[in-house]
């Protein structure tokens, strides 16, 4: 089991993130899927946690299609699509049926406080005495790969016409009104002898990049849901969701919206809420580029041995 803790500060409210995490999620989801593969919406519906307050619960089907060359020597293996499963605070990842990858699974506990990533003891419930990497994203300064750069994207570029925000320069965190941070606990498990270090630091790595990627998004894209409600951004999640579902090649479901309007002068939100869709599998936007290789603490490629050819 590896485990991090990453915070990622964003130049919003909690109020504001929470509208817009979910435009970002949905937009990001339909431009990244394709047919037969991508993210199927399997369940969408009004859903109340005892620890996190009321939310929606989503499953999500991810399918993985051409980045199973990811893990090189497993195509044969690999499973054809994870399961997703979010709640409020919480996201849980697991593979389907596949006989050679019993033990994986992805755990992600979200918080959000209005804060710039100061609270050492947000997770002291859930983790207080588990060994884990602090890691701060900053989605200003951290560098991403060229080929996913977009000019447009970029927060030391962008700024916001309808809230004049952007353009952050480097300490932008130490300064910057209004902050808060999202916090995110990852727990990935691969218990496979002989391939589970690997493993581990490969996915945390891919984990890395989508919160990157996806919160660069999420704020380059304000001037798109700023001024949405919650019952506009949910509506223009179901529409996405079933436009995405079509995409990809499968019948839109059923999806269920909460009825229960939020005030759109105050926008409260719970000290959590739905976290960035996660997939282990490096989406097309986030391979690897062959002709840049960059420093990592992980490889950009896992070549896995074959089980099928023993070895005496």
Same mark, same amino acid.
């Given at each position: 089991?590896?485990?991090?803790?990453?915070? $990622?500060?964003?130049?919003?409210?909690?109020?504001?993130y929470?509208?817009?995490?979910?435009y970002?999620?949905?937009?990001?989801?339909?431009?990244?899927?394709?047919? !037969?593969? #991508?993210?199927?919406?399997?369940?969408?519906?009004?859903?109340?946690?005892?620890?996190?307050?009321? #939310?929606?619960?989503t499953?999500?089907?991810?399918?993985?299609?051409?980045?199973?060359?990811?893990?090189?020597?497993?195509?044969?293996?690999?499973?054809?699509y994870?399961?997703?499963?979010?709640?409020? #605070?919480?996201?849980?990842l697991?593979?389907?049926?596949?006989?050679?990858?019993?033990k994986?699974?992805?755990?992600?506990?979200?918080?959000?406080?209005?804060?710039?990533?100061?609270?050492?003891? $947000?997770?002291?419930?859930?983790a207080?005495?588990?060994?884990?990497?602090?890691?701060?994203?900053?989605?200003? =300064?951290?560098?991403?790969?060229?080929?996913y750069?977009?000019?447009s994207?970029?927060?030391?570029?962008?700024?916001?016409? &309808?809230? !004049?925000?952007?353009?952050?320069?480097?300490?932008?965190?130490?300064?910057?009104?209004? $902050?808060?941070c999202?916090?995110?606990?990852v727990?990935?498990?691969?218990?496979?002898? !002989?391939l589970?270090?690997?493993?581990?630091?490969?996915?945390? &790595?891919?984990?890395?990049?989508?919160?990157?990627? #996806?919160h660069?998004?999420?704020?380059?894209?304000?001037?798109?849901?700023?001024?949405?409600?919650?019952?506009?951004?949910?509506?223009?999640?179901?529409?996405?969701?079933?436009?995405?579902?079509?995409?990809? !090649?499968?019948?839109?479901p059923?999806?269920? $919206?909460s009825?229960t309007s939020?005030?759109? %002068?105050?926008? =409260?939100?719970?000290? %959590?809420?739905?976290?960035?869709?996660?997939?282990?599998?490096?989406?097309?936007?986030?391979?690897?580029?062959?002709?840049?290789?960059?420093?990592?603490?992980?490889?950009?490629?896992?070549?896995?041995?074959?089980?099928?050819? &023993?070895?005496f």
């Amino acid at each position: 089991m590896l485990m991090k803790e990453y915070r $990622i500060c964003m130049p919003l409210t909690v109020e504001e993130y929470r509208i817009g995490q979910l435009y970002m999620i949905s937009k990001h989801s339909h431009e990244q899927s394709d047919r !037969g593969e #991508g993210v199927e919406v399997v369940q969408n519906e009004p859903y109340e946690d005892p620890n996190h307050g009321n #939310g929606q619960l989503t499953e999500k089907r991810v399918y993985l299609n051409r980045q199973v060359h990811c893990l090189a020597g497993l195509e044969q293996l690999f499973p054809k699509y994870f399961m997703l499963q979010r709640r409020p #605070g919480i996201i849980i990842l697991t593979q389907s049926q596949c006989s050679f990858l019993p033990k994986f699974s992805i755990h992600i506990e979200t918080k959000y406080e209005d804060n710039k990533g100061s609270n050492d003891s $947000i997770f002291d419930k859930e983790a207080k005495d588990l060994e884990r990497e602090i890691c701060f994203i900053d989605i200003a =300064s951290d560098e991403i790969p060229e080929r996913y750069y977009k000019e447009s994207e970029d927060p030391k570029y962008f700024k916001s016409q &309808k809230t !004049g925000r952007g353009q952050l320069k480097e300490g932008w965190r130490e300064t910057h009104q209004p $902050i808060m941070c999202s916090y995110k606990l990852v727990t990935v498990k691969f218990e496979v002898w !002989g391939l589970q270090t690997r493993v581990e630091q490969f996915v945390h &790595k891919v984990v890395r990049d989508i919160l990157l990627i #996806g919160h660069r998004q999420a704020f380059a894209w304000v001037d798109e849901w700023y001024d949405m409600t919650m019952d506009e951004v949910r509506e223009f999640e179901r529409a996405t969701q079933e436009a995405t579902n079509k995409k990809i !090649g499968v019948f839109p479901p059923a999806i269920s $919206i909460s009825n229960t309007s939020m005030p759109s %002068s105050t926008r =409260s939100a719970p000290s %959590s809420a739905p976290s960035t869709p996660l997939s282990t599998d490096a989406p097309d936007f986030l391979t690897v580029p062959k002709d840049r290789p960059r420093k990592k603490s992980a490889p950009e490629t896992l070549t896995l041995p074959d089980p099928s050819k &023993k070895t005496f």
